[in-house]
């Protein structure tokens, strides 16, 4: 089992739509969660952070966590093309290194 | 956030050779991470630049193959020694504050090895 499992798509949602990206991981002492996103051929930029479980929200973007389910995700609501990207869901282990998932391609189609 | 300065930001080098590539932060920060990014896969931590002392290597990476250097609080340097093709690919700098924090990252150095 990888530590951090994510779908590796493509997503492809209409603009318009809610983009709905899933992240599973495996270690249960697991504290933090981010998203990044990145653009092909460039380095990844954070998009959003999460420590405790439910719901937080940054604008377009709303990261989910439930930890009894080792289960984050990311709401992207209203997507837009420029958000096509690959979105990577990373993980804070043990001695503060982040671990990352395969990365899920999403497209957004006018 | 810090500002990362990586460089060179691409380089094309010769099987066998070396190249070291640096890492700048406009600040101090307590966490350094290098990253290998392959062709359309995530990124694979490399090791972890301890300041003052030798670098933490995850399985799979080798002092020898990957010599990191970290002299002070804003700067780290990698090198990718003996190269081969399988080499060729993106090498990422990363910082972090200590504990649970946000990673950021430098640029980028895109290598292919010929």
């Known amino acids: 089992q990888k530590e951090v499992e994510q779908n590796s798509g493509p997503l492809s949602v209409p603009e318009g739509a809610i983009a709905s990206l899933n992240c599973t991981y495996s270690?249960?002492?697991?504290?933090?969660f981010f998203w990044y996103r990145q653009y092909s051929g460039k380095s990844p930029e954070l998009i959003m952070s999460?420590?405790?479980?439910g719901d937080k929200e940054d604008g377009r973007f709303t990261a989910q966590l439930n930890k009894a389910s080792q289960y984050v995700s990311l709401l992207i609501r209203d997507s837009q093309p420029s958000d096509s990207a690959t979105y990577l869901c990373a993980v804070n282990k043990a001695r503060d290194k982040l671990i990352f998932g395969t990365g899920t391609r999403l497209q957004v189609f006018p | 956030s810090a500002v990362i300065s990586q460089k060179p930001s691409r380089d094309i080098c010769q099987r066998g050779t070396s190249l070291t590539i640096q890492c700048q932060v406009d600040s101090q920060v307590t966490m350094m991470f290098w990253y290998r990014q392959q062709p359309g896969q995530s990124l694979t931590l490399i090791a972890t630049a301890n300041q003052g002392s030798e670098a933490t290597y995850e399985s799979g990476f080798v002092i020898d193959k990957f010599p990191i250097s970290r002299p002070n609080l804003t700067f780290s340097t990698l090198t990718v020694s003996n190269m081969s093709p399988e080499d060729s690919s993106i090498y990422l700098c990363?910082?972090?504050?200590?504990?649970?924090?946000?990673?950021?990252f430098g640029q980028g150095t895109r290598l292919t090895v010929v």
């Open positions: 999460i420590y405790s479980n």
């Open positions: 990363s910082v972090q504050g200590q504990g649970n924090t946000e990673a950021f």
């Open positions: 270690d249960r002492g697991s504290q933090s």
